[in-house]
């Protein structure tokens, strides 16, 4: 009798130890916070104060350098007594601004252009006796195509600030011209070219709204994106450092720069956050 008590007693100790086994197998016994339970900051904190503010809505788009004149390339007749063709050699490839003199003859004549181009191929026309043919890339027929998604049409106008950007440079820009027919959801834009590039040069392009709008804008440090939602931390306890993840719904961009050319990238928050929330970031 005593043997088989003995025996029951280590069968159920077997079982328990099984049976806790499990449980910690599949997590049960883990002491696991869920993304909404407050979380202690594992680092120093850099918050910030939800709060309306007024600003420019910031379109980011992507340009391409077209002409916009056919034929591509402008064109300038020499007599061809007054030039000399190996001095014409030397010239390709050179840059020429408005009124500038491009060649002189022997005789004192001056040829001036009359736009911003740069030489790119001569010849000789056949056709007239007597003259050299110069073909200009014309800078002024140049124009920067780019589309913009039509719920922004009413947003922009002719006197919307416009920063075309090339690598690390920015310049300053201008609408030339709005479309007005919707194609696959986009209208083109055409934007005036603020400095001399090449057909085929790709470039960014910030658009932004004639008009300013208030609403509730987050520094975009704030804002985190996992690949489907995005979401805020939330401060719940500003004296312990107490947060919470909040998903949040964005709108609008909008880009800011400082006397010190310090530029900040900001969201409207359309839901999730209130006037007065405090949010928090870890110190990068």
């Known amino acids: 009798m005593k043997r088989k008590i003995i025996m029951a007693f280590f069968l159920a100790m077997v079982l328990a130890f099984s049976v806790f086994g499990l449980l910690w197998s599949n997590g049960f016994l883990e002491n696991k916070r869920e993304n909404t339970e407050p979380s202690e900051p594992k680092a120093e904190l850099v918050i910030d104060r939800v709060r309306f503010e007024e600003y420019f809505s910031n379109y980011k788009l992507k340009g391409i350098v077209r002409n916009k004149t056919s034929p591509e390339l402008t064109k300038m007749a020499l007599p061809f007594s007054a030039i000399n063709e190996e001095k014409i050699k030397t010239l390709l490839g050179k840059d020429y601004s408005v009124g500038e003199t491009v060649l002189s003859s022997a005789e ?23 003259e050299w043919l110069l073909f200009f890339l014309n800078y002024d027929s140049l124009l920067i195509e780019t589309e913009i998604d039509e719920s922004h049409y009413e947003k922009i106008g002719y006197d919307s600030v416009v920063k075309v950007k090339k690598g690390k440079k920015s310049f300053s820009s201008a609408i030339h011209r709005i479309g007005y027919e919707v ?43 996992d690949g489907s939602s995005y979401y805020v931390f939330k401060v719940i306890d500003e004296n312990d450092g107490l947060f919470v993840k909040i998903p949040v719904t964005v709108g609008e961009v909008s880009e800011l720069t400082d006397p010190n050319g310090t530029v900040s990238i900001l969201y409207e928050i359309c839901s999730g956050l209130v006037e007065g929330d405090i949010i928090c970031i870890e110190q990068r």
């Open 108 to 130: 004192g004549d001056d040829f001036v252009i009359d736009f911003n181009g740069k030489l790119v191929d001569y010849s000789y026309d056949s056709d007239v006796s007597g």
């Open 183 to 225: 194609n696959h959801g986009v209208i083109g834009l055409t934007v005036d070219l603020p400095v001399q590039m090449l057909p085929g040069t790709e470039v960014d392009i910030d658009v932004f709204s004639s008009f300013s709008k208030k609403a509730l804008w987050v520094d975009a440090d704030f804002i985190i994106w």
